[in-house]
């Protein structure tokens, strides 16, 4: 190819890799311009040149190079598939082009790179690149500088990654080379731009001299920062967003300045250093040391070392106890500060990782701050400051307030000057109202100090606090305070400087983020502080409609302060102003009447006093004045019951009404105490008190009644006022109650004689404990015992249940702080629990029992003195209950222990931490770093036990502490890079679990993400698993994107493989859990249990339900809320619908799960989010009432609920199939309850609903089924028989609705479970399924499930092993032998175990269903298989009907054979029409007559089958068990019966559903008499002969029947054509006498499975036996030769079957084909016919679908295994082409590939061999079969050059030849009606269809020309018989093959035999040629043979 003018013609991809530089150069040429040409960036012709583009930039030649280069940035720039090329051209770039001398190739391969990155691969360039700046080549480094200055310049620090690059430069500053040196300045220029100050650190290393060179560089650089001027193609949308600010004029210019300015950390930038290994080896002796200065030596080197601005995480415990120890018992001053100033180092160099131990400096630098040198102060400050960037000011409070009232003024000063400080690096997030109030709190003590520093310490710290969260948040802790004092505290805050230019939220306004966390409401106040009022409103519930009763709202401080000015001073009224304020809204009688001393009268002014009240105006009420009117005398001493529950109800009318006072509640309370135990009296009291506790808040009340009633001796008063008070808990909620007040009453109520006071007491308590929990028992621990354990039984009664929704709330705020509690967001516990609660606890201090003794025994070398130490630790903990969190040394002593060597110890030890946890409660966080994460490492004990502990250890702190402090920092990356498989399974298990229940983690939970990539590779498979866990957790807080970019860093078969995991997991990552339900007003919800669901309702006045859920506890079911005028509803309610179908909402709710913008339905028990998500879907769908039933408490209603659904199933079955998934999902909840009656409701409800479905031909889908299946396997483990059961049934019932194949992989997660019952159950399913489904239910494979399925075989329980037995024994009966190779290996024992069960079941047959219960055997491909049995099965009972019309009245059996009458037909010759001729009429009662086998049992088989269609199918069952049997009798019986059964169409069907199981039976008995009969002497080889005949008889019976062929299952056709095969090439058959009969019969059958099988199901199993026998080394060719012809005969009928294959499945067995055996490797084989039939098949497929064709490789997984798809588009090209040049010969010639045409060398090659064949003799016939489709497939051939110099003869033989084999194949389709003599079967089937009688004249006509017979004589042969014909019977199934029992019969078959004899000759040619060479082909030897024949079956007839 050396001249142009050849490579000229070449492609373009192919010049591009050519030898001659000149072609390259043109390749590249033209592939430019086809680059730019290309619209399409996603065109396959980009594909063409992926691997070559490496080539172009690489070239060797200087000018196609610079040519390459430019269509390589052409490819880059449009090419979609541009992105995988990155690595190896920008590889080839830098070390190919860089170094180049021309300027133009460099500059090229820069805008290569730079190319690369727009198009989102910035990583890998900048790797490549990095690498570059390590070559040898100078002009290379300078070149990479230069585009990573560049890229940075143009792209900016967000998409360049500075970190490398900033490491490697100081190195390039020290290169030899000037150019180099000048490139690197001219980058850290430009790096500088972007971070600024960041990058002097990294550089302060370099030469002097050039530092300062940068220096006046950097001094010149304009101010403002750089913009990013080239966006990556993601980033597009942000560039006219960037031009639309130049144009606003740098609008944002102080906000992009500051986001530069924080955008790189300069510690990030730096790299660790190790200081520990370099610390002076004596410094801790030194450090003890008694002279001060070897002290300070000590301390300076640590100086020194510390200075290093980033510090090499380790262990510095020993380091920093030794500082601290110097800061706090040093006398030298110079000392202590040095030790601070290490600290501060420390603190700085470690950052976060130095939080472990700020716990345990913090309280020594506080108290050290009494010293009052300034030096020292200094260094304290400092370090003090440094720690607290290492932690959070949360995690120091305790630790702060701690020193807040201390005796010294200097350390309260610097404490508060600390916080001031530390306030200003806080933001509103970090300080919520919970740390805020206790610190407002101290600093206001402070603030009334006698000390004036400690004064101004404290109004700088409260100043800069309102600074920072606002002066609307802290103005509720301010309330106390002078207006002077206020005044101070802003003029403080205006002076605050926040660092960085911060704005504080007081005053401003545009900080909206902040804005939007301070308040509930959405959107933010625009306008600034002078609008409160409009900010309150904003601020308070965003309902529809004005607050009802003067409700104060929340956010708006103006109206709180009046709310609270109108309390305080409504002042005491005299009677005389209450007098005359009564008189002017009373009626003066009323006032008069009200002293009377008649009762009457005062019961009459009661009446119109309360007329008065009621209609009375609520705003000019006087309150007080009419209270004080009712305690007039005689007051509450009223005698009269009537009066007074008149006066009791009034002040209940006034507290509801008026705006009353606690002035006016204290005016009446006593009185209404006084009655509240009275009898008659007692309730309107009780109703008083609500309505005050309503008007007045209910802590106020509760406190003023319990102090009142207990001021009392009436034990009566007592009882009635604590019931009240447990009731009003739960009515009101909890919030606010003052507890420790409670808690003396109650104990004082316990101690009482009274037992009332006692009973009510405890009841109380009880309440009290629903929202407490256990902390409350801590209390009453001190009670006697018989005390106690009523307490604790009473708190049994309330264990399980949640506090009810509150329903009752104060109309105004009792005081500014609740409001201000109530208005933030609560913690995870909830209002008025959790933390609160734990707060009232007396804690005691317990560090002075921490003695140093007792820290030394614990670390003591002798491991029984450890011992001690620890039991005193606990003993300590125990005795003291509740401790502060300050406990000395020992976290550090307890931290030592958790690593003891003795395992005893560890264990004792984490019991201790668990003790501590339960004692200090949340104060425990502070110990999180020092004490938690050193549990986590015991995590990775190698004992089970301490594993445990550990975790339960671990849980009891997560209990106190929430997970946030666990995430934060780098402890917990840190402990999972430890290599030790326990750790890493029980870590990610555990965060797996807690993960999901987070709304926020911290960002550092980002650094466990290498972590948990490396544990999805780990070698051990548990961690594998428990990290693929723990992957859609973290997924759904980090997010997908972060997590896939972390990927960038593993290795290529990692990341692929780790990619791989995230796409899986994204699928099924979980929702993130809703945030706390906001209540109206401004107020968070207070719950205790998250959200309330009644927050959606309405009341039917128009108030908001969402009120409702202030306060106290969540209403978790929201029926349990009163609602007025519920009553007259609900009758109404009833009588509508109550299930409402909305179009398309169950798609939507598909569609949104998907999204996960909703929870998936996947738990392992139902929470909260759970059952309130399902309730609001179900909201729209159901009538109102019954979702209040369903969604009760009461289980009652539950029943009574489903007892509705169950009437209505049928009348609303539209509805109900609408709202499936939401009644299944609502199902699976109740599965979780306990109680069996709801349970055994609910399955009666969920079995009828499926029959149902079933009736409506509704398939379940895949959402409905994931929902609902792997809940209700869980109840078929129930201990309850009759659960079991009808779990059962309905998995029955569900294979109906859903396909088999995906309910298998439900029931073996199912045998995963722990519940022996529930593994057992799933066993037996599974067997039950395999045995009614086949081997194709078991997914993914067979060979999979089945090694899962025998793990059980040796599993503990019995009915686990029987189960597991079972179900392989159910495989056994499908598939055989092949059991065993699927199983996989199983240990001696269990393999006997299951030998010895299947030699039991071989005895005894399973019992199956009844044939009429059974549904259809299933094919997975097919959706709709299911269903497709019903309209299968009309279609045969009409074609009997209409056969049987044709019969005669007094016929009942349909004949088994037909004869037609000749002569009828020969008279009807000359007629136009043709009738059906009549059928001769048999007697069978006859056939029974030469049978050999005793009568009385084939006349009882006879009679018993009569019943078969009836009965059950046992029957059936046992029969074809019976057909395997080694006896030869007993197999001919059976399959005489089977016969009979197939034989007659109205019992035919009875054996749908078994066929499978009988074609089972036979190949088996195919077997057994291949290996045993023909082998064994002692058989009589006639039995094995009738025994062959039977066998043929009953499948050709079977598959004339195309319904019941159908069913055949692929496999078992693969077994069947194997075995078929297999005797037709078995030479022991034709050396038996009649085995040419035999093998005759064969080919027949086969020609009948290939035209009656499922077409689908036959492709299959004929290319898997293709594979199977051309990948056996063992088999012979001739196999596959035949299975071949099979293939080829299939291809002929796929015009007409096309419509009815599955060709999904088709084309994944011939993908499976081609992956096994691809083009080159099938080209290898001997000839060329695998290849040729692969190609005709592929292209008469494309041919009959088209383009359609591609869409059906939906099953393949990876398409690329194989070259289908490639082979597929090329014929589909092909054939589109000549779409228009194809003749109706094509529809002949359908699998026949006309589109090739050969070389005239190869046609005469082909043909030479051919005439070859033809001329030999013993392969004469194989010539010509071959020469015939020869002709077919070229019809243009030319045969004269190869006949012209032959014999006249041997040409006349030639086409004699090839006119009798298209003879034969064009009457091969329909002639089938020549029965071997030995066959069983009939020569019609009664299943075909009847041909009218021209057809049959045709043939009879056709027939006797080519056999060369007259009409006469055929005639005069039939007539020679018919004077027997009507006596004898037909053959019969049972006679012996030799035996005819009709002369007539005998000359029937005598002349079809003739007629047919080459006919049979040439198909038994086609499919068994090797019996064809064996014989003659001589027609005179056949014809003697036949005589030969004819004359015995004459001489047996006599």
């Known amino acids: 190819m050396a001249d142009d003018s050849e490579w000229m013609k070449l492609p373009v991809d192919q010049k591009c890799e050519h030898k001659v530089w000149k072609a390259r150069l043109n390749g590249y040429e033209e592939a430019l311009k086809l680059f730019q040409r290309i619209e399409d960036a996603k065109s396959p012709e980009w594909g063409k040149y992926l691997g070559l583009i490496k080539k172009f930039v690489t070239d060797s030649n200087a000018v196609a190079q610079l040519k390459g280069l430019e269509a390589a940035l052409a490819f880059v720039e449009n090419a979609h598939v541009a992105n995988r090329t990155t690595g190896e051209v920008v590889s080839g770039v830098v070390t190919k082009v860089f170094n180049q001398p021309k300027a133009r190739a460099k500059e090229l391969g820069m805008d290569i790179c730079l190319m690369y990155i727009e198009i989102e691969k910035a990583e890998v360039v900048q790797e490549e690149l990095l690498k570059g700046l390590d070559n040898k080549n100078p002009k290379i480094v300078v070149a990479c500088l230069e585009t990573l200055r560049k890229a940075l310049g143009e792209f900016g620090s967000k998409i360049v990654t500075l970190k490398p690059v900033v490491k490697i430069l100081p190195k390039q500053f020290e290169s030899r080379e000037k150019a180099v040196r000048d490139e690197a300045r001219l980058l850290a220029v430009e790096i500088y731009k972007w971070i600024r100050d960041a990058l002097r650190p990294s550089l302060q290393n370099i030469n002097s001299v050039q530092l300062k060179e940068l220096e006046e560089e950097w001094v010149k650089l304009p101010s403002t920062p750089p913009k990013q001027s080239r966006f990556l193609r993601s980033q597009q949308d942000l560039k006219a967003k960037f031009e639309q600010q130049q144009v606003q004029g740098g609008e944002h210019s102080d906000d992009d300045e500051e986001e530069a300015a924080v955008a790189v950390d300069p510690y990030e930038l730096l790299e660790p250093v190790e200081i520990l290994s370099k610390m002076p080896k004596d410094f801790y002796d030194k450090i003890e040391a008694k002279k001060w200065q070897e002290r300070k030596e000590a301390l300076e080197a640590i100086e020194t070392l510390t200075k290093n601005p980033k510090l090499e995480n380790g262990d510095y415990g020993d380091l920093v106890r030794a500082l601290k120890k110097v800061v706090g018992k040093d006398a030298n001053v ?36 009494k010293e009052k040198k300034p030096q020292v102060v200094q260094a304290l400050q400092e370090a003090i400051d440094a720690i607290f960037l290492t932690t959070t000011l949360q995690n120091l409070s305790e630790d702060i307030l701690a020193v807040m009232d201390n005796k010294n003024p200097s350390i309260k000063q610097q404490a508060s000057l600390f916080l001031a400080r530390s306030f200003r690096h806080c933001s509103q997030a970090t300080l919520p109202k919970s740390v805020l109030k206790p610190f407002c709190a101290a600093l206001i003590k402070q ?112 109206k709180k302060v009046a709310s609270d000015v109108k309390e305080v001073t409504e ?59 009712l305690a007039k005398k005689p007051g509450w001493k009223e005698t009269n019951f009537q009066v007074m529950q008149m006066k009791l109800h009034i002040v209940a009318l006034v507290a509801q009404r008026g705006q009353f006072s606690k002035t006016s509640a204290s005016v009446v309370l006593e009185g209404l105490v006084d009655k509240v135990g009275d009898v008659k009296c007692g309730g309107n009291a009780k109703e008083g008190l609500t309505a005050i506790g309503e008007a007045c808040s209910l802590p106020w009340t509760a406190e003023q009644l319990v102090s009142l009633a207990f001021a009392q001796k009436n034990p009566k008063n007592q009882a009635e006022a604590l019931n009240w008070l447990a009731n009003a808990m739960k009515e009101f909620g909890f919030t606010g109650i003052n507890v420790k007040a409670f808690i003396n009453n109650v104990k004082t109520a316990l101690g009482a004689t009274n037992p009332g006071v006692r009973t009510a007491a405890i009841t109380l308590l009880g309440v009290m404990y629903l929202y407490m929990g256990a902390p409350l028992r801590m209390f009453f621990e001190d009670e006697k015992p018989a005390l106690l354990a009523q307490i604790d039984a009473e708190f049994e009664k309330m264990q399980g249940q949640s506090p009810p929704a509150p329903i009752r709330f104060n109309r105004k705020s009792a005081s500014a702080e609740d409001e201000v509690d109530e208005g933030e967001e609560q913690d995870e516990d909830g209002g008025g629990g959790g933390q609160d609660i734990m707060d009232l606890l007396p804690r005691s201090d317990i560090s002075d029992k921490i003695t140093s003794d007792l820290v030394s025994k614990i670390g003591d070398k002798n491991w029984k003195i450890r011992k001690e130490g620890l039991d005193e630790a606990a003993a300590i903990i125990s005795e003291a209950k509740f401790i502060k969190p300050t406990i000395g040394e020992l976290p550090f002593a307890l931290k ?60 009891a702190w997560v209990d106190q502490t929430g997970m946030k402090d666990w995430l934060e920092g780098e402890d917990l990356s840190e402990e999972l890079k430890r290599e030790n498989p326990f750790l890493r399974q029980e870590v990610l298990g555990w965060l797996a679990e807690k993960l999901p229940a987070l709304r926020t983690v911290p ?95 309405e009341h039917p006045d128009g108030k908001p339900e969402v009120k409702k859920i202030r306060g106290g506890a969540a209403a978790k079911k929201g029926p349990g809320t009163k609602k007025p005028a519920a009553k007259g509803l609900k009758e109404e309610d009833k009588s509508g619908p109550i299930f409402i179908f909305v179009p398309n909402a169950k798609e939507q709710r598909i569609k949104e799960e998907k999204q996960l913008k909703i929870l998936k339905w996947n738990f392992i028990t139902p929470r909260d989010e759970y059952v309130e998500q399902l309730k609001t879907q179900m909201s729209t769908c159901l009538a109102k009432w019954l979702q209040d039933e369903l969604y009760h408490l009461d289980f009652q209603r539950h029943v009574k609920a489903i007892g509705v659904m169950i009437e209505r199933l049928e009348s609303e079955r539209e509805a109900t199939i609408g709202c499936l998934d939401l009644i299944l999902k609502w199902f699976t909840l109740r599965f979780f309850d306990t109680n069996t009656t709801v349970l055994m409701k609910a399955l009666e409800y969920l079995k009828l609903l499926f029959i149902m479905l079933n009736d409506e031909n509704y398939h379940l889908t895949e959402y409905e089924a994931n929902s609902f299946i792997p809940y209700l396997i869980l109840k078929v483990g129930e201990s309850k028989d009759g659960v079991r059961k009808d779990v059962r049934a309905i998995l029955t019932m569900l294979c109906k609705v859903y396909p088999a194949s995906k309910v298998f992989p439900f029931l073996m997660e199912g045998t995963k479970s722990k519940n022996s019952k529930q593994r057992a159950e799933c066993l037996e399913e599974l067997g039950c399924l395999i045995e009614g489904y086949g081997m194709n239910v078991c997914q993914p494979t067979p060979a999979k499930s089945l090694k899962e399925i025998a793990v059980h075989i040796g599993d503990r329980d019995t009915s686990v092993r ?125 056939l029974l007559e030469p049978i050999i086998i005793p009568k009385f049992m084939s006349r009882n088989l006879s009679l018993h089958f009569d019943d078969v269609h009836n009965s059950t199918a046992s029957t059936i069952n046992y029969v074809i068990s019976q057909v395997a049997s080694g006896d030869i009798n007993t197999s001919i019986q059976a399959l005489a019966q089977i016969d009979e059964v197939l034989r007659q169409e109205d019992k035919a069907d009875a054996m749908s559903g078994h066929i499978d199981q009988l074609l089972i039976a036979t190949i088996m008995q195919l077997r057994l008499i291949n290996s045993t009969h023909l082998a064994d002497d002692r058989v009589d080889k006639k039995d094995v002969i009738k025994l062959y005949s039977c066998i043929m008889g009953s499948l050709l019976s079977l598959f004339s029947m195309e319904s019941l062929a159908r069913e055949a299952s692929m496999g078992i056709l693969k077994d ?134 591609l869409d059906h490789l939906s099953m393949i997984e990876n398409r690329n295994e194989s070259e289908l798809e490639a082979h597929l588009r090329r014929v589909v090209k092909h054939t589109g082409n000549l779409s228009g040049m194809k003749s109706d010969r094509g529809n002949e010639k359908s699998g026949l590939r006309t589109e090739e045409r050969m070389s005239k060398a190869k046609v005469s090659d082909i043909l030479t061999e051919i005439f070859k064949k033809i001329g030999s003799k013993e392969n004469t016939k194989e010539g010509l079969t071959e020469l015939y489709e020869y002709k077919l497939k070229y019809s243009d051939a030319d045969l004269e050059p190869f006949l012209k110099n032959t014999t006249q003869v041997f040409q006349n033989y030639v086409e004699r030849g090839l006119r009798m084999i298209e003879s034969e194949r064009e009457g091969k389709v329909y002639i089938q009606t020549v029965m071997p003599q030995n066959s069983c079967d009939s020569v019609l089937s009664s299943n075909e269809e009847m041909k009218p009688a021209s057809y049959y004249y045709e043939r009879l006509q056709i027939l006797k020309r080519r056999c060369g017979l007259e009409n006469t004589s055929i005639q005069a042969g039939l007539n020679s018989g018919d004077g027997e014909s009507q006596q004898q019977p037909t053959i019969s199934l049972m006679s012996k093959p030799a035996v005819v ?40 030897g056949d014809l003697d043979d036949l005589k030969k024949r004819l004359e015995r079956i004459k001489s047996k007839l006599q």
């Open 334 to 369: 110079m000392l202590v500060s040095l030790a601070a100033k290490c600290l501060a180092g420390l603190a700085t160099g470690l950052r976060k990782k130095f939080g472990t131990y700020s716990g345990q400096v913090v309280p020594t630098i506080l108290e050290k701050f």
């Open 447 to 558: 603030v009334n100090d006698s000390a004036p520093e400690v004064r101004d310490a404290a109004f700088e710290a409260l100043g800069t606090v309102m600074k920072v969260v606002g002066e609307k948040a802290v103005n509720p802790f301010l309330a106390d305070l002078d207006k002077l004092k206020l005044d101070k505290i802003k003029e403080s805050a205006d002076k605050v400087e926040l660092p960085g230019g911060k704005k504080g939220a007081g005053g401003a306004p545009v900080e909206k983020k902040p804005a939007a966390k301070a308040a509930p409401p959405p959107e933010a106040p625009k306008t600034s502080a002078p609008t409160k009022k409009a900010s309150g409103a904003a601020a308070s519930k965003p309902s529809a409609g004005p607050p009802k009763k003067g409700k104060p709202a929340s956010g708006g401080k103006a």
């Open 571 to 629: 002042a005491e009224l005299s009677d005389g102003v209450c007098e005359e304020l009564a008189a002017g809204v009373l009626p003066e009688n009323c006032l008069q009447a009200l002293d009377s001393a008649n009762w009457k009268e005062r019961l009459a002014s009661m009446e119109e006093f309360q007329k008065a009240v009621e209609t009375m105006d609520t705003v000019t009420m006087p309150c007080q004045a009419l209270v004080r009117m």
């Open 896 to 955: 030592g222990r958790l690593a003891d060597s003795n395992k005893i110890l560890v264990q004792q030890t984490l019991s201790i931490l668990q003790q501590l946890a339960t004692a200090m409660g949340p104060g425990i966080k502070q110990h999180v770093k020092s004490l938690g994460i050193p549990i986590i490492t015991v995590l990775g004990d190698s004992k089970a036990n301490v594993r445990s502990a550990a975790l339960t250890t671990l849980q």
């Open 1003 to 1097: 960002g550092d939970l980002m650094l466990c993400v290498p972590q948990l990539y490396t544990c999805l590779e780990d070698r051990n498979g548990d961690v594998r698993k428990k990290a693929q866990d723990a992957l859609p957790t973290f997924m759904m807080h980090l997010g997908y994107d972060k997590m896939n970019k972390a990927t960038g860093k593993l290795k290529p078969a990692s990341k692929d493989q780790v990619v791989a995991m995230l796409e899986k997991a994204r699928a099924v990552m979980p929702a993130k859990p809703a945030a706390p339900a906001k209540a109206g007003g401004g107020k968070g919800s207070a719950d205790l249990g998250g959200t309330a669901s009644a927050s959606a309702e």
């Open 1362 to 1486: 029987n189960a597991a037995l079972n179900t392989v024994v159910a495989v056994y009966n499908v598939c055989g032998d092949q059991v065993y190779k699927l199983i996989g290996n199983l240990s001696e024992k269990e393999m006997s175990m299951l030998e010895e069960r299947i030699k039991r079941s071989a005895k005894k047959a399973p019992v199956k269903q009844s044939a009429s219960e059974k549904t259809q055997r299933e094919h997975p491909a097919n959706p709709n298989a299911t269903f497709s049995r019903k309209p299968a099965q009309e279609d045969p009972n009409k074609l009997n009907q209409s056969r049987q019309q044709h019969n005669e009245p007094s016929h009942n059996p349909i004949p088994k054979e037909f004869k037609l009458d000749l002569e009828k037909i020969e008279e009807d010759m000359i007629r136009d029409e043709y009738k059906m001729p009549d059928l001769i009429e048999h007697n069978l009662d006859e």
């Open 1616 to 1749: 069947l054509m194997h075995g078929l095969i297999m005797l037709m090439l078995d030479s022991r058959v034709e050396d038996i006498e009649e085995g040419t009969q035999v093998i005759r019969s064969v080919n027949l059958l086969v020609i009948r499975v290939l035209e009656k099988s499922d077409p689908t199901n036959l492709i299959s199993a004929l290319l898997v036996l293709l594979q199977d026998s051309l990948v056996s080394s063992a088999g012979s060719h001739t196999i596959s030769d035949l299975v071949m012809k099979c293939l080829w005969r299939v291809i002929r009928f796929l015009p007409e079957t096309i419509h009815n294959i599955n060709l999904d499945r088709i084309l994944l067995d011939i993908h499976n084909f081609m992956k096994v055996f691809p083009k080159e490797k099938l080209k290898q084989l001997k000839g060329d016919l695998p290849h040729r039939t692969l190609k005709t098949l592929l292209h008469s497929l494309c041919k009959l679908t088209g383009a359609k064709i």
């Open 1941 to 1980: 029992s009709s002369t007539d019969m005998l000359h029937s078959k005598l002349s079809q035999l003739k007629e047919s004899r080459e006919q049979y000759q040439q198909e038994r040619s086609a499919l068994s040629p090797t019996r064809a060479n064996t014989r003659s082909a001589s027609p005179a």
